[in-house]
């Protein structure tokens, strides 16, 4: 059974072999953020109904989806939910063709002290839709067993100019998030970041990464697309539903 409601804080929902994470949205008050922590399969349609009723019962006026395969979507899209974003879903072979990083771009290890900068360069970097806040890079950090988190900065005593999360699951490598200071794109440190996390998977012994970003984000599939992925149709996309109490 779904757990009691316990007010708009992050609440993990289990009912049978399925299991949600439900948490405000950043940047909207009143939105539930739905995030499935079993990926690759549908859940139940009572699954979903349940978790419905307890957005309702912790007051949030809208439920939003995180990214979901076509697949994922149908118990939403049968229950009521609309597509409101739609995203490029992108791969590559990690263990074959790595570019080189000749880049000059300084990166090293992100520190626990950086989260505040690392915010900074996200909600710089990122429209208010896909902002993070501190839950949402807690979240990215723990969305795979093994993690790279690297930031990139000009100098000591500069603000960074960019960042990037890496993750493995298997043989499966992911680019969770990368964002990149406005002053910075079109300077090589998103393709250096991204190269660096490549790298880390290949090392790791991943040998496929995948990545995902809006499909009007055409600078960032032009990052990716050079870097030698290629997109796999039909993608992802965002579902949301108004709440009626």
């Known amino acids: 059974m779904l757990g009691r409601p316990s007010g708009q804080n992050s609440e993990t929902?289990?009912?049978?072999?399925?299991?949600?994470?439900?948490?405000?949205?950043?940047?909207?008050?009143?939105?539930?953020?739905?995030?499935?922590?079993?990926?690759?399969?549908?859940?139940?349609?009572e699954t979903t109904a349940a978790v419905v009723e307890s957005a309702v019962a912790q007051g949030y006026q809208r439920l939003r989806t995180s990214a979901l395969s076509h697949i994922e979507s149908e118990p939403f899209l049968r229950a009521g939910f609309k597509p409101c974003q739609q995203l490029a879903l992108l791969t590559r072979p990690i263990q074959s063709g790595l570019p080189d990083l000749n880049s000059s771009t300084a990166?090293?290890?992100?520190?626990?002290?950086?989260?505040?900068?690392?915010?900074?360069v996200d909600h710089a970097a990122f429209e208010p839709f896909w902002r993070l806040d501190q839950t949402g890079l807690h979240d990215a950090l723990r969305a795979t067993p093994f993690r790279h988190f690297r930031v990139t900065y000009q100098g000591s005593d500069t603000p960074l100019t960019g960042y990037a999360i890496s993750g493995r699951s298997g043989p499966a490598g992911y680019l969770q998030r990368l964002a990149i200071s406005p002053s910075q794109q079109g300077q090589g440190v998103g393709a250096a970041l991204v190269i660096d996390g490549l790298r880390w998977m290949a090392r790791r012994g991943a040998t496929q990464a995948w990545v995902n970003t809006p499909q009007h984000n055409t600078g960032a599939l032009?990052?990716?697309?050079?870097?030698?992925?290629?997109?796999?149709?039909?993608?992802?996309?965002?579902?949301?539903?108004a709440l009626e109490r």
């Open 13 to 45: 929902l289990r009912r049978g072999g399925d299991r949600l994470r439900l948490r405000p949205w950043a940047s909207e008050a009143g939105t539930g953020l739905l995030i499935q922590l079993t990926p690759g399969a549908a859940v139940s349609d």
């Open 107 to 120: 990166i090293r290890r992100a520190r626990r002290r950086d989260h505040p900068s690392v915010l900074a």
């Open 222 to 241: 032009r990052l990716y697309e050079r870097l030698g992925f290629e997109q796999v149709p039909p993608g992802l996309q965002v579902l949301e539903m």
